[in-house]
């Protein structure tokens, strides 16, 4: 495959299913993630977690609105520099955010890429070079929003 299109579910086709090892393996990997996370809240207390959650159901709207717009904009960023449709992208966007939040930095990344390898049938260098730049645009992007902010700031 060229990967100059869609390919697997955003073309109609059947995406690849895990089996023997691999499955094991993501339902273990997905198993270690939601321990560590109920270790995390265990650790901070579960009745002082319910305490403090907000009332107010504005907060949760706004923060689904504030949460869904990375991966709403990875979607068309990926889709512009792998040149594929990535429609039903959003499940792999909202995993990969969620596991640069909660698990470790840019492992979400690999996440991303293994997920792109398998599914959209593009070669691994055009995967690795489309993820470094975003995150290098990222990181530009937020060191001169610091920068403007700063010198608003002071100025």
Partial sequence: MTGTGPTGPEAGGAAPKPSGWKLWLRRAFTVGIVTFVAWRLTQI???????????????????????????????????????????????????????????????GELYLYLWGKSRLGIAGRRLLSGLKDNVLMSGLATALCAILARCRCSG
């Fill in 45 to 107: 207390g579960w009745g002082e977690l319910w305490q403090n959650l907000p009332t107010e159901p504005l907060f949760y709207l706004l923060h689904l609105a504030a949460y869904s717009v990375l991966p709403l904009s990875e979607i068309l960023i990926f889709s512009m520099i792998w040149r594929v449709r990535l429609s039903g992208a959003m499940p792999v966007m909202l995993r990969k955010r969620a596991l640069n939040n909660s698990v470790m930095g840019y492992s």
